[in-house]
């Protein structure tokens, strides 16, 4: 009988630790479950969605120090591109950077960047001026930059179902800001 109430004891003992270990491990689970999510909300960019997309360009282009067709000619995070034709905004070059990391330093999960080369309209805000001059470029996901053949776009330009619609809005907001 002795030996049935150790044994009893022996279960007992090793049943707590198991529910003291899943007790933990869910204290565990659940934290780094919070930390997710608020990693999640901390990298994401909040844009304001507008019901037109000519709404879109218009806040794009107030809210932007440089507005023009470019061609992109080195892409990635520190790309380059060539000045085609501007709509707003002053610039010493035809020749001009754009960058992902902010003036501060840092990489901003808002900023956007070309990812092929080509033609795009970018609506650019000016990140820094060296001391040599020159300034450097960055774009927001929540302008409406993209690429003249839409294969490459931001956050607030809609999606590829809207395609012929947005290509054919593209070209009459061009041909209103050349008219400018």
């Avoid at 930390?35 to 507008?50: A, H, K, R, T």
């Avoid at 034709?85 to 990391?101: A, H, P, R, V, Y």
Wanted: with cysteine; proline share 2%; charged share 25%.
């Amino acid at each position: 009988m002795l030996s049935v109430n150790i044994a009893d004891k022996r279960t007992r003992v090793c049943f707590i630790k198991l529910l003291a270990n899943i007790k933990s491990n869910m204290k565990i689970l659940f934290t780094s479950f919070i930390l997710i999510l608020i990693q999640v909300n901390l990298i994401s960019c909040d844009c304001i969605e507008y019901l037109r997309f000519s709404d879109t360009d218009s806040v794009s282009f107030e809210n932007s120090d440089l507005v023009l067709i470019a061609e992109v000619i080195y892409s990635g995070k520190e790309y380059k591109f060539v000045l085609i034709e501007k709509f707003k905004g002053q610039t010493l070059n035809d020749t001009l950077s754009g960058e992902s990391i902010s003036e501060d330093g840092f990489f901003d999960n808002c900023t956007y960047y070309p990812t092929k080369t080509g033609r795009f309209l970018l609506y650019l805000d000016v990140n820094t001026v060296m001391p040599n001059g020159e300034t450097t470029y960055i774009a927001s996901q929540c302008a409406a930059s993209r690429s003249l053949d839409l294969e490459d776009r931001t956050y607030v330009v809609p999606s590829q179902n809207e395609d012929h619609n947005l290509s054919k809005w593209t070209n009459t907001w061009i041909k209103c800001l050349s008219e400018k």
